[in-house]
């Protein structure tokens, strides 16, 4: 097999010891110190309910969407923009109170297919496409690190949206914006709505660049990007224990992939299997030496490429990952997902 380019200098990488949780990103002053109106009980279910901390971003973008259509906040920016609050939303809008599933999980909750386990769906759009946006959390224990958009039926890429809802939102309104030109009837809505972003955004002291300096210190600190793009990051010590590469490379790997997904036969596959089960062999000696980022970043490739043959190897890998790493929760979310993995109902509320 051979060999991935060198990893970065240690000088980029996150120092700490194999075991040690990864801190909360610090803010560089663009983030909000002001609170939004939800109350406290309100964040303490969402608390309960995700055991997730969730940004005060959140929060505010809740208050201008109820200024925007108090009868129906959720379906605030369904008109202008196509796009529906869910997931967390949802529980501000009391609608797991109504839900017709007697015992909901809310982490599969607006859960697409290739959603990893640090991604949380808080914006559903396009049916089509399964275009959705979310947060995208390194630990279960910190706040988010940026929010990402997945188009769930096109495949696994995660693409970066700024570090708060509204920037995301904005952005997104600016490609819509020029999708459509700019003679069109909605003009006026987009420039309005344009208009509120921005204003609550500086009032608030939330930037709305699509990359932030804090994603850009996350940035040095990704060990490798993985099949979605996003990065994982884990800690790596000054002896730089942390992580080791595969030894394939991305596209060496989705080669192995599509020969087992592609098989015409179970000898086949059991053939093609080979060096796939070679790989997991040295993730395992990687875990006896505390390079844990080795196996995650296997099980997270594995769960990107998406076929159901591999979901046996991912509860193998991914489990154990989070375990080691002390994402537990994370560990408890890929396996709901993978036990009922699908791109249709999505929606924990609805009985299926």
């Known amino acids: 097999m051979t060999g991935r380019a060198k990893r970065k200098p240690k000088a980029f990488q996150e120092s700490g010891t194999g075991n040690t949780v990864v801190k909360k990103p610090c803010t560089d002053g663009s983030k909000s110190t002001q609170l939004s109106q939800v109350n406290s009980n309100q964040r303490d279910e969402i608390l309960q309910l995700y055991k997730l901390q969730m940004p005060e971003d959140l929060y505010h973008f809740w208050d201008i969407c109820k200024e925007l259509c108090p009868e129906n906040p959720c379906g605030a920016l369904k008109d202008t923009l196509g796009l529906q609050l869910v997931g967390p939303f949802d529980i501000l809008a009391e609608a797991h109170k109504n839900s017709n599933n007697p015992q909901p999980n ?4 607006w859960r697409y297919f290739y959603d990893p386990p640090e991604f949380q ?18 630990t279960p224990d910190s706040l988010p690190s940026f929010v990402g958009e997945n188009e769930a039926k096109k495949g696994c890429t995660i693409t970066q949206m700024g ?47 699509q990359k932030t300096k804090v994603m850009k210190q996350r940035d040095k600190k990704v060990v490798t990007k993985t099949f979605h793009g996003a990065g994982i990051v884990v800690p790596v010590d000054k ?18 992939c599509r020969a087992i997904a592609d098989a015409r036969n179970d000898e086949e596959r059991v053939k093609a299997f080979g060096p796939l089960q070679e790989m997991i062999t040295f993730v395992q000696f990687a875990n006896d030496e505390c390079d844990y980022g080795m196996g995650y970043e296997l099980g997270i490739d594995l769960f990107c490429f998406g076929s159901h043959y591999f979901h046996k190897v991912i509860k193998q890998l991914l489990p154990m990952a989070y375990s080691l790493l002390k994402r537990n929760l994370f560990g408890e979310i890929v396996e709901a997902h993978l036990s009922s993995r699908s791109h249709d109902n999505l929606d924990q509320f609805s009985a299926h």
């Not at 769906?121 to 995208?136: D, F, M, P, R, V």
């Not at 003679?183 to 709505?193: A, I, P, R, V, Y």
Request: glycine share 6%; no cysteine; proline share 1%.
């Open 106 to 109: 809310f982490h599969l909750h």
């Open 121 to 138: 769906t808080i914006l559903k759009g396009s049916e089509e496409s399964q275009h959705h946006i979310g947060y995208y959390r390194d």
């Open 163 to 209: 570090d708060n809802l509204f920037a995301a939102v904005y952005l997104f309104l600016l490609r819509k914006r020029k999708e459509k030109g700019t003679k069109n009837e909605m003009g006026e809505d987009f420039d309005s709505l344009e208009a509120k972003l921005r204003d609550r955004a500086e009032s608030l002291s939330l930037s709305l660049e």
């Open 239 to 256: 002896n730089d224990v942390g992580y080791r590469e595969l030894p394939e490379t991305d596209a060496g790997l989705k080669k192995i």
